[in-house]
């Protein structure tokens, strides 16, 4: 599962305020190797403990990641691997970044988040031998690696900030083209690959445990994050108040229905449209702290993680699209 990881000339970390993964996340690369992994912390974010595993392979202390299967996308890699590593089920949180180094004649890739433990218990394995729990500066001593000590203290500067709500903006998968549509255009449905769109969306937002989720009035949108519903056994609330025709016609009603859904605290989604998503983010940037400059990317079946804290935004995630890496 794990590469060979001792070449580590070249190192290098791709982070900001605002991380994204493209629809192509090795662009530029001629032989990417994907990866995942996270920072799992437990306790109190402003001084949490987090996890070093050993791998007894390579006689090395790290964090937790592994390589990406096909079909898969990497928030589901990141998950997997931890339940495979540690025996944890965890709550993504931040994306921390991206670190990429040459093993062999390949470049390795890997994303990392932030993730809370939940729940689990670690046991012995092939690939980890053993786990600890420490502070981060006990962590940042026992790596082995600098590049993990890189890792670790950006997760350091995510925590101080933990959002207290996530919202996560979906904009529907694709649709059947509108110009060919004689009907209602509410009931415009997905297409082939905004189905796959749906049912990819799963395995991308569940990690993050979403707790509650809406969805704008158009089938599309609902349609979108009805896999994902099911997978939670939670219901899709539809309102029209999340949807296009709303936003353009009663702004500020649009964004305190927006609005009143941080305010819930917890982890929730929100199917909505090209038009609302990024005027929303416009809105939210302007009166936050974190500037979201140039354009707002928002792909259909893209998805959006933004953090608050005290209903400001304060962390913003983007995500091109939940269909497999490779």
Partial sequence: MHE??????????????LQEIPNSPAEGIAKPTYAAGAVLWRGEPS????????RPHYDDWSLPKGKLDSGENLPATAVREIWEETGYRVRLGKLVGRVSYPVGSRTKLVWYWTAEVLDGDFEKNSEVNELRWVRFDEAEKLVSYDLDRQVLAKARKRLTSEPDARLILVRHGRAHSRANWSGNDLLRPLDKKGRRQAELLVSELEGFHPERIYSADPVRCADTVAPLAAELGLEVAVDER????????QEV??????ADVVALGGVSVVCSQGHTIPHLLASLSAAGTLPLDGEINCKKGSAWVLGFNDGVLTTADYYASALPVK
């Fill in 242 to 249: 999340f949807g296009d025709e709303y936003w353009i016609s």
């Fill in 4 to 17: 060979e990881d001792k070449d580590r000339e070249g190192d290098t970390f791709v982070t900001g305020r």
């Fill in 253 to 258: 009603l649009a964004k305190k229905a927006f």
């Fill in 47 to 54: 001084d949490p403990e987090v996890c070093v595993i050993h």
